[in-house]
């Protein structure tokens, strides 16, 4: 029997070339753009040497266990080949491959990691406490810088979604709470908030409390029950929040009537891999209350209600597609 991974026994090391290979192999079928020849074509690498197998494996342990190819929003910039962040997922991803379980926990462990940086990988949540008293939940596959100065308490939303419950300070000049993120400024004082970085796209929904959109001289405030996206130049404009926003902190997926591909869209964020939906069953509704915890069981019922199946080409690898004989 094999030995566990990270003690005495542990398999062979990667060669750096073939630690890239896999992960621009796991790169590509994570993308929308992926084919089932990819799929083949990956496959044929793999089995053509043990180090590739290996690698490969290794490199599908790294991304689970740091989520670093995020499960939607990430995808906008893995699918363009030449992008920034597609580069810096695959350096790091290679890195990551190399150094085996004992460079994971150096990196884990980094002062940059514990003193400013919390992430969660792909299906996980992490809660973290703030030392003011406020507090925040990660969502899957999300990404904060913390900083506390003098003037504001900061906290950078570099990836994915957070549920924030930021307390007031006392004192005759409380700092602001801020979220901050690539569309603008979420500032509160005492609130309860949900922000979520989606692409090009900033939602931010209010449960408790109140806060303020601030991005360059223009501002907008927000109450409990409202909600708002920032978009490019485009002015933020006041909506009913959704009142499903914060379900995923209790761990429920809630749609309805969803279109399907929106749904799996949605539930692909909660596990490693590629979960697509193919085109003749995207326009199907879908309602209800799933368990996040368990998405393998959420897509087993998904053909008790809707004329689908399943097809698992691997774990990582999932359609949803026309039962047999609808098509």
């Known amino acids: 029997m094999s030995a566990p991974w990270g003690v005495a026994g542990e398999l062979p090391a990667v060669d750096r070339k073939v630690a890239r290979e896999a992960a621009r192999w796991l790169l590509r079928l994570s993308s929308e753009r992926a084919t089932d020849a990819d799929v083949h074509a990956c496959q044929q690498w793999r089995a053509s040497k ?93 990404a904060v810088d913390v900083l506390y100065d003098a003037d504001q308490r900061l906290v950078r939303l570099r990836a ?97 009537a969803w279109r399907l591909d929106a749904f799996a869209a949605e539930l692909g964020r909660y596990r490693p891999g590629v979960l697509r939906c193919d085109p003749e069953v995207a326009g199907l509704r879908i309602s209800g209350a799933f368990q996040l915890q368990d998405t393998d069981a959420v897509l087993a019922a998904l053909p008790s209600t809707l004329p689908v199946q399943v097809r698992y080409r691997s774990a990582y690898w999932v359609t949803i597609m026309p039962r047999a004989g609808q098509a």
């Open 50 to 142: 043990a180090e590739h197998e290996h690698a490969w494996q290794r490199a599908q342990r790294v991304n689970q266990r740091f989520g670093l190819i995020p499960a939607s929003l990430g995808m906008a910039a893995l699918n363009r080949p030449e992008s920034a962040g597609r580069r810096a997922a695959m350096k790091t991803l290679a890195a990551l491959i190399v150094a085996g379980p004992v460079g994971w926990a150096a990196w884990r462990a980094s002062p940059f990691e514990w003193s400013a940086d919390y992430r969660s990988a792909t299906g996980e949540q992490r809660r973290v406490a703030l030392s003011d008293g406020s507090s925040m939940r990660l969502n899957t596959a999300s």
């Open 160 to 256: 994915g979604e957070i549920a924030v419950h930021a307390v007031a300070e006392g004192g005759a000049h409380p700092r602001p709470f801020v979220v901050r993120t690539r569309q603008g400024d979420v500032q509160a004082q005492a609130a309860r908030f949900c922000v979520r970085e989606d692409g090009s796209a900033c939602r931010v929904s209010v449960q408790e409390g109140a806060v303020t959109l601030r991005r360059g001289d223009a501002s907008l405030a927000l109450a409990a029950g409202e909600q708002a996206w920032l978009r490019g130049d485009e002015a933020p404009r006041i909506e009913p929040a959704d009142p499903h926003a914060a379900d995923w902190t209790r761990g429920v997926l809630h749609a309805s």
